[in-house]
């Protein structure tokens, strides 16, 4: 299904419009969750996200199997591991192949590029259109990658809802961004560990808390969004919660929260109003000053008092914005482009083995260029409980492009045997 997918874009494929994300329905979207009472996910959430991403690595993924399945005897067990060698290589060169295709078309829009000799510049409606294409180029990968594209519900739902575990809160200005895409893979529920920062400062109205909450976040999430008069911000990073998903957009503004706007606001009034009581009402009476210069000295150091207080909230919460975003980042541009691709082969290899394995186990051959379904839901079923029984967690495998996989590398591998007998007995 993989070389299928490679072969299509190949050919060369229009830009759907499935991938121009109009603010205006996001908009839409934000207003209807403004009027709900706590939401605490995306509506439809369960049949919107489905979990496919295999939680090991495809050294593990193989010790695993050869622990289980191919322990019978040393030469089954050579046998398997022969077969994960022969996938490997099979699988170098279409992904290398496919990647280079990618960074051409990437160069021109690339703005991160070095090259001494300038290419001539493409206009903005040019530009568009070519960052437009690489995100679709980009679909198969991020599909055999097991990434979940997440919906307008989803970010309509984090750009509205707060958790209160998260001091830093931005504003999104929808009207200054062409496209916002999000993908993500690795959904956990539990408590978030707090990136690497320096320690914040601790005060009573401090909405975080002091431990730990559980909560819903993803082990990777890649975020494409284009700025208007800007270029495309291509970016991958990790273990963000899903409230949180709007704090990566490159272009938003910190800005305090109402609670602790009230909280600060009437720290100053309660404390401005009893040094007023009790200090400016001495000074008014022994030095005989009079009562409208005092209110008007109060009134301007109330106002320093609170600007430097909001100034202080908001810098602290800029430098925690900062270290979220350079602690939690993995890759960037470019360099995402040659990530996207690595875990999509391995997801394809963890995918081909695991369907080689089950079928081998339930004595299923592997022949015909079809497929029964129900061989299809026996091997799904089989391996969704043995992914289950080892990492606790429900994934659900891609049985049908797994074994499509497989048999398109039977088939390559077999040809590839022909080819070699037909040389050596010319040769002979």
């Given at each position: 299904?993989?070389?299928?997918?490679?072969?299509?874009?190949?050919?060369?494929?229009?830009?759907?419009?499935?991938?121009t994300?109009?603010?205006?329905?996001?908009?839409?979207?934000?207003?209807?969750?403004?009027?709900?009472?706590?939401?605490s996910?995306?509506?439809?959430?369960?049949?919107?996200?489905q979990?496919?991403?295999?939680?090991?690595?495809?050294?593990?993924?193989?010790?695993?199997?050869?622990?289980?399945?191919?322990?019978?005897?040393?030469?089954?067990?050579?046998?398997?591991?022969?077969?994960?060698?022969?996938?490997?290589?099979?699988?170098?060169?279409?992904?290398?192949?496919?990647?280079?295709e990618?960074?051409?078309?990437?160069?021109?829009?690339?703005?991160?590029?070095?090259?001494?000799?300038?290419t001539?510049?493409?206009?903005?409606?040019?530009?568009?259109?070519r960052?437009?294409?690489?995100?679709?180029?980009?679909?198969?990968?991020?599909?055999?990658?097991?990434?979940?594209?997440?919906?307008?519900?989803?970010?309509?739902?984090?750009?509205?809802?707060?958790?209160?575990?998260?001091g830093?809160?931005?504003?999104?200005?929808?009207?200054?961004?062409?496209?916002?895409?999000?993908?993500?893979?690795?959904?956990?529920?539990?408590?978030?560990?707090?990136?690497?920062?320096?320690?914040?400062?601790?005060?009573?109205?401090?909405?975080?808390?002091?431990?730990?909450?559980e909560?819903?976040?993803?082990?990777r999430?890649i975020?494409?969004?284009?700025?208007?008069?800007?270029?495309?911000?291509?970016?991958?990073?990790?273990?963000?919660?899903?409230?949180?998903?709007?704090?990566?957009?490159?272009?938003?503004?910190?800005?305090?929260?109402?609670?602790?706007?009230?909280?600060?606001?009437?720290?100053l009034?309660?404390?401005?109003?009893?040094?007023?009581?009790?200090?400016?009402?001495?000074?008014?009476t022994?030095?005989?000053?009079?009562?409208?210069f005092?209110l008007?000295?109060?009134?301007?150091?109330?106002?320093?008092?609170?600007?430097?207080?909001?100034?202080?909230?908001?810098?602290?919460?800029?430098?925690?914005?900062?270290?979220?975003?350079?602690?939690?980042?993995?890759?960037?541009?470019?360099?995402?482009?040659?990530?996207?691709?690595?875990?999509?082969?391995?997801?394809?290899?963890?995918?081909?083995?695991?369907?080689?394995?089950?079928m081998?186990?339930?004595?299923?051959?592997?022949?015909?260029?079809?497929?029964?379904?129900?061989?299809?839901?026996?091997?799904?079923?089989?391996?969704?409980?043995?992914?289950?029984?080892?990492?606790?967690?429900?994934i659900?495998?891609?049985?049908?492009?797994?074994?499509?996989n497989?048999?398109?590398?039977?088939?390559?591998?077999?040809?590839?045997?022909?080819?070699?007998?037909?040389?050596?007995?010319?040769?002979?």
């Amino acid at each position: 299904m993989m070389y299928v997918a490679l072969g299509v874009l190949r050919t060369g494929i229009g830009v759907r419009n499935s991938l121009t994300r109009t603010m205006g329905s996001l908009s839409a979207k934000m207003a209807e969750y403004k009027k709900m009472w706590k939401p605490s996910e995306p509506k439809d959430w369960t049949a919107q996200y489905q979990e496919r991403y295999i939680p090991f690595s495809a050294n593990q993924l193989v010790e695993h199997l050869s622990q289980e399945f191919h322990s019978s005897n040393e030469i089954e067990k050579q046998s398997f591991h022969a077969f994960v060698k022969q996938l490997e290589v099979s699988l170098l060169q279409p992904y290398h192949s496919f990647l280079q295709e990618l960074q051409v078309l990437y160069d021109p829009i690339n703005p991160d590029r070095d090259a001494l000799l300038e290419t001539s510049e493409l206009s903005y409606s040019e530009k568009l259109s070519r960052e437009k294409e690489v995100l679709e180029y980009l679909k198969p990968i991020l599909d055999q990658g097991n990434f979940n594209t997440l919906s307008e519900d989803t970010l309509a739902y984090a750009l509205i809802v707060h958790h209160p575990q998260d001091g830093v809160q931005v504003h999104v200005n929808l009207d200054k961004y062409e496209y916002i895409h999000y993908w993500a893979l690795g959904q956990r529920l539990g408590p978030l560990a707090f990136q690497i920062s320096s320690k914040p400062q601790d005060s009573w109205f401090s909405r975080a808390p002091r431990t730990p909450t559980e909560r819903r976040y993803f082990k990777r999430v890649i975020m494409a969004a284009r700025p208007k008069q800007s270029h495309m911000v291509l970016k991958c990073f990790k273990d963000i919660p899903l409230e949180g998903l709007e704090q990566l957009l490159p272009v938003v503004k910190v800005r305090t929260s109402s609670i602790d706007r009230t909280l600060i606001n009437t720290i100053l009034l309660v404390t401005g109003g009893m040094l007023f009581v009790n200090v400016g009402m001495v000074v008014l009476t022994d030095l005989k000053i009079g009562t409208s210069f005092l209110l008007f000295l109060f009134a301007g150091f109330m106002t320093f008092r609170t600007w430097k207080m909001f100034a202080q909230r908001r810098k602290a919460h800029s430098l925690e914005l900062a270290h979220m975003l350079y602690y939690r980042s993995t890759s960037n541009n470019s360099e995402l482009l040659g990530a996207l691709i690595l875990r999509a082969q391995e997801e394809h290899a963890k995918e081909v083995i695991l369907a080689h394995s089950f079928m081998r186990q339930l004595n299923i051959p592997c022949d015909g260029d079809k497929t029964d379904p129900e061989i299809t839901v026996k091997i799904k079923m089989h391996v969704e409980s043995w992914l289950q029984s080892k990492a606790g967690l429900e994934i659900t495998f891609s049985a049908e492009r797994a074994l499509e996989n497989l048999k398109n590398l039977n088939r390559k591998v077999g040809n590839t045997s022909t080819s070699k007998e037909h040389v050596v007995l010319m040769h002979n």
